[in-house]
């Protein structure tokens, strides 16, 4: 797997800086994709719910500020 793994990086590095915009905007993209994947199955199964009992405790006791 390491050699893989060095074998992307040195291909990588001879990227086109166009190439390389691409690659790191495809990057940005499915980190974004994973995260939004996670927060959904976070939700689901319960795990944030502690965030939304919070935030209405803050609410009752006019804790929340107006953005």
């Known amino acids: 797997m390491a050699a893989n793994v060095e074998a992307i ?3 990588i ?6 190439d390389y915009v691409a690659l790191r905007q495809w990057f940005s993209e499915k980190d974004w ?3 939004d994947r996670q927060i959904e199955a976070d939700s ?5 719910d502690f965030l939304i009992a919070e ?4 609410k009752e006791q006019g804790m929340l500020k107006a953005l």
Do not use: R, V
Request: glycine letters at 4%; charged letters at 45%.
């Open 33 to 35: 994709e994973n995260w």
């Open 44 to 48: 689901k199964s319960g795990k944030l």
């Open 9 to 11: 990086k040195a291909a």
């Open 55 to 58: 935030a209405k405790k803050e």
């Open 13 to 18: 590095e001879a990227l086109s800086e166009t």
